[in-house]
T-cell receptor
Framework: RKEVEQDPGPFNVPEGATVAFNCTYS??????FFWYRQDCRKEPKLLMS???SGNEDGRFTAQLNRASQYISLLIRDSKLSDSATYLC???????????FGTGTRLQVFP | NAGVTQTPKFRVLKTGQSMTLLCAQD?????MYWYRQDPGMGLRLIHY???????AKGEVPDGYNVSRLKKQNFLLGLESAAPSQTSVYFC?????????????FGAGTRLSVL
């Protein structure tokens, strides 16, 4: 079983739609959680950290469910510019390393 | 704001050739990483370093060597390139803030081994 699992997609949604991605992780000792965004042929960039209380940044909302060991990302009012691959990333407490999921591809169409 | 810089951006090698990929960061980060990214595989950690003069193996270290002689630089070497090493290589640097290890990536090196 992979340490971090994501649905690869693609998720094809129209502009203005709301879309949600989930990610599951296997290590119950995991303490830090992130969503990264990766555009085609570009490097990954941090989108947002995910906290136990959940957090929101504009149209993006991230939530953590420790009991079920999953993380979610909700994107409201999708824009064409949101088209990218979204990577779920997990780290353990004080870890030197992060574990990256294989990514979920989002395609927003006009 | 250079951040993390990787050189070269592209390279084509023949099987058996050697090369070194350079990663430089100007953020005074202690931690540096080398990943490879292949279709359907996601980012896989090759080697990493938690400070100047230190290195450690990641998930897929075979066929690669690294050195961290200066804090700002992390070199990845391929001694005898193989077609299986065709990939996109990303370097990242980070610091630990409380419980978070937030990594910043370079633009990548696209390597083809023929």
């Amino acid at each position: 079983r992979k340490e971090v699992e994501q649905d690869p997609g693609p998720f094809n949604v129209p502009e203005g739609a709301t879309v949600a991605f989930n990610c599951t992780y296997s290590n119950s000792a995991s303490q830090s959680f992130f969503w990264y965004r990766q555009d085609c042929r570009k490097e990954p960039k941090l989108l947002m950290s995910v906290y136990s209380s959940g957090n929101e940044d504009g149209r993006f909302t991230a939530q953590l469910n420790r009991a079920s060991q999953y993380i979610s990302l909700l994107i409201r009012d999708s824009k064409l510019s949101d088209s990218a691959t979204y990577l779920c990333v997990v780290g353990t407490y004080n870890t030197d390393k992060l574990i990256f999921g294989t990514g979920t591809r989002l395609q927003v169409f006009p | 704001n250079a951040g993390v810089t990787q050189t070269p951006k592209f390279r084509v090698l023949k099987t058996g050739q050697s090369m070194t990929l350079l990663c430089a960061q100007d953020m005074n980060h202690e931690y540096m990483y080398w990943y490879r990214q292949d279709p359907g595989m996601g980012l896989r950690l090759i080697h990493y370093s938690v400070g100047e003069g230190t290195t450690a193996k990641g998930e897929v270290p075979d066929g690669y060597n690294v050195s961290r002689l200066k804090k700002q630089n992390f070199l990845l070497g391929l001694e005898s390139a193989a077609p299986s090493q065709t990939s996109v290589y990303f370097c990242a640097s980070s610091y630990l803030a409380e419980r978070e290890n937030i990594q910043y990536f370079g633009a990548g090196t696209r390597l083809s081994v023929l």
